[in-house]
C-alpha cells in the first residue's frame, strides 16, 4: 500500500514543485522591473503635459481638469511603481493612462479639437517629446 502512495504522490509533488518554480521565477523576474532615468523622465514629461494642458480628463462620465488628472494619473503611476510594473513610459500609458481600473472603461480627453482616447493623445504627446530631445 506504502508503494502504491509513493507512486502517485511522487507526481503531484513534482507537479507542485514545478508550479512553485514557475510562480517564483514569474514574481522575480517581474520585480526586476525597473524604470530608467529616461523613462523617469518622460513620465514626468507626459504629466506635466497632463497637468497644463487645457483639455478635459474624461474618466467614468466625468470630466477634470488638467491638475486633477495629473494627481490621480500619479497615484496610479505610484500604487504600479510599487509593484514594479512600470519599466518605461509606455509602461506608464498603458497601465495607468488607459482605462479605469475599477469600471474598465476607457480615458479620454476632450480638447477644442475633439474627442480621443487618453493613450493616443499621450504616446503622440510622448512621440513629440522624443523628437524634441
Known amino acids: 500500500m506504502w508503494i502504491l502512495k509513493a507512486a502517485v504522490t511522487r507526481p503531484v509533488f513534482r ?3 514545478i508550479t512553485a518554480s514557475i510562480g517564483f521565477f514569474a514574481v522575480a523576474g517581474g520585480a526586476q522591473a525597473q524604470t ?3 523613462a523617469n523622465q518622460e513620465i514626468k514629461g507626459l504629466l ?4 497644463r494642458s487645457e483639455c478635459k480628463f474624461v474618466r467614468n462620465g466625468s470630466e477634470y481638469p488638467g491638475p486633477q488628472a495629473r ?3 500619479e497615484k496610479k503611476l505610484n500604487y504600479l511603481e510599487g509593484k514594479n510594473l512600470v519599466s518605461s513610459a509606455e509602461d506608464f500609458i498603458d497601465l495607468a493612462a488607459t482605462k479605469s481600473s475599477m469600471s474598465g472603461k476607457a480615458y479620454e480627453v476632450r ?5 480621443q482616447p487618453t493613450s493616443t493623445w499621450l504616446k503622440t504627446e510622448l512621440q ?3 523628437q524634441h530631445h
Open 71 to 73: 494627481a490621480h494619473l
Open 36 to 38: 530608467t532615468p529616461q
Open 15 to 17: 507537479q507542485w514543485l
Open 111 to 115: 480638447c477644442s479639437t475633439g474627442v
Open 128 to 130: 513629440s517629446q522624443r
Open 48 to 51: 506635466d503635459f497632463v497637468e
